[in-house]
């Protein structure tokens, strides 16, 4: 059982937007933060956004401030809505859960990933 899976991934125009989902099955669920990523071709994986699942309180990328907002229901699923989107936004985008340490961006800091869902933003 995959524990994390994303979907809505597609190709938009610049300017358009996306709403990305994530729905966490198992030992991904119910934990205290979920959180997105983004990686694009020949690129480290950067941390996007975070929400602690208790709290609500929600971090961001400094790119993408402003523009995205991360959700989440009950901790079983997070979403992404993503607005005014960019060609640099163009990345596989995955879903991660269960803080252990350190800063929210680094991937290290989780310890449950999704497969992915590509994003593609044409100028």
């Known amino acids: 059982q995959v524990p994390l899976v994303e979907s809505g991934g597609a190709s938009v125009e610049a300017g358009g937007s996306l709403r990305l989902s994530c729905a966490a099955s198992?030992?991904?669920?119910?934990?205290?933060?979920m959180a997105w990523f983004r990686q694009a071709p020949g690129k480290e994986r950067e941390g996007v956004a975070v929400?602690?699942?208790?709290?609500?309180?929600a971090h961001y990328a400094d790119s993408v401030q402003g523009r995205f907002t991360i959700s989440h229901d009950n901790a079983k699923t997070v979403y992404l809505q993503m607005m005014n989107l960019k060609p640099e936004d163009t990345a596989m985008y995955y879903c991660?859960?269960?803080?252990?340490?350190?800063?929210?961006?680094?991937?290290?800091?989780?310890?449950?990933w999704g497969q992915g869902t590509q994003v593609t933003v044409s100028s």
């Open positions: 929400i602690y699942t208790i709290s609500n309180t």
């Open positions: 198992g030992s991904a669920a119910n934990r205290n933060c």
């Open positions: 991660a859960a269960g803080c252990r340490f350190g800063p929210w961006s680094r991937a290290a800091s989780y310890d449950a």
